[in-house]
C-alpha cells in the first residue's frame, strides 16, 4: 500500500490545550450528519499517531448506513446490558438506575440512543496483540474530533455480540476489534471536566513517593 505524507489541516486549528483540557465524553449526540471531508480530517489525525515499528496496525470501519446504525444499535444495546449483568446490577431497564448513579444514566441513554448516531466507527488491528499501536490513533480522533466540535465517547462492546458485528459487516475474522466510537454533535456542551488530582494519581520514582507537587 502506498503511504503519503499529509500536512496538518487548516480546520484542526483549536489550541491543543484548549482541546485536550476541554475534551470529554460526550454521549448525548445531535443526529445532524457529519460531512465526509471532516470524517477524512478525523481518520487522517489516526493515521499520524505513533504506533510499534510503523507496522500501523489499526483499521477503522465507519459506518453511515442509516440501517446499519439501527441494526448495529440493537447489538449495541444487547451488549450494554449484557456488560451490566456481567457486573452483577440488578437493574434491567434505564429507568431502574439510580438517579444519583448519572455515570450509568449517561451510558444507559448512549445505549438507547446509539441507533440514531449519524455516525460509528468500529476500531481493530490486523496484527495481534497491538493494542498500544491502536489506542494513541484513537485519541486522535477524539482530539480531532473536538477541535471540529465533533463530541464522541470511547466505548466497547460485549463477546455476545460480536459473532454478529463480525458477519453484519462482513469483518475477516484475523481483524481484532479494540473499540467502538460513536461520533456526533453534542447536545449539550464540552469541558471543563472535573479530575482526580495528578499528586493523587502520580508516583516519583517509588510507588510510596508522590510527585514533587503533590
Not at 487548516?10 to 470529554?24: C, H, K
Request: one cysteine or more.
Amino acid at each position: 500500500m502506498e503511504e503519503i505524507r499529509l500536512e496538518p489541516p487548516p480546520e484542526l486549528n483549536m489550541n491543543i490545550g484548549q482541546a485536550m483540557f476541554s475534551q470529554r465524553a460526550i454521549r448525548r449526540l445531535k443526529p445532524d450528519p457529519i460531512s465526509d471531508a471532516n470524517l477524512k480530517i478525523i481518520l487522517d489525525a489516526a493515521s499520524k499517531a505513533p504506533n510499534g515499528g510503523n507496522w500501523q496496525p489499526g483499521r477503522f470501519l465507519v459506518i453511515r448506513d442509516r440501517e446499519k446504525i439501527r441494526a448495529f444499535g440493537e447489538l449495541y444495546r444487547e451488549a450494554w446490558w449484557c456488560k451490566r449483568r456481567d457486573e452483577k446490577h440488578s437493574w434491567t431497564t434505564r429507568e431502574e438506575i439510580p438517579d444519583a448513579d448519572k455515570v450509568h444514566q449517561s451510558a444507559a441513554l448512549l445505549a438507547d440512543e446509539i441507533k440514531d448516531a449519524p455516525v460509528i466507527i468500529l476500531v481493530f488491528a490486523i496484527r495481534p496483540r497491538m493494542a498500544s499501536s491502536v489506542f494513541p490513533p484513537i485519541q486522535n480522533m477524539l482530539l480531532a474530533a473536538r477541535s471540529l466540535g465533533i463530541g464522541s465517547t470511547l466505548t466497547s462492546l460485549h463477546p455476545q455480540i460480536m459473532e454478529r458485528v463480525y458477519a453484519m459487516f462482513a469483518i475477516p475474522a484475523d481483524a481484532e476489534f479494540h473499540a467502538c466510537l460513536p461520533l456526533g454533535y453534542p447536545r449539550g456542551r464540552f469541558g471543563p471536566t472535573s479530575r482526580l488530582s495528578t499528586g493523587d494519581t502520580t508516583h516519583w520514582d517509588r510507588w510510596d513517593n508522590p510527585p514533587p507537587w503533590k
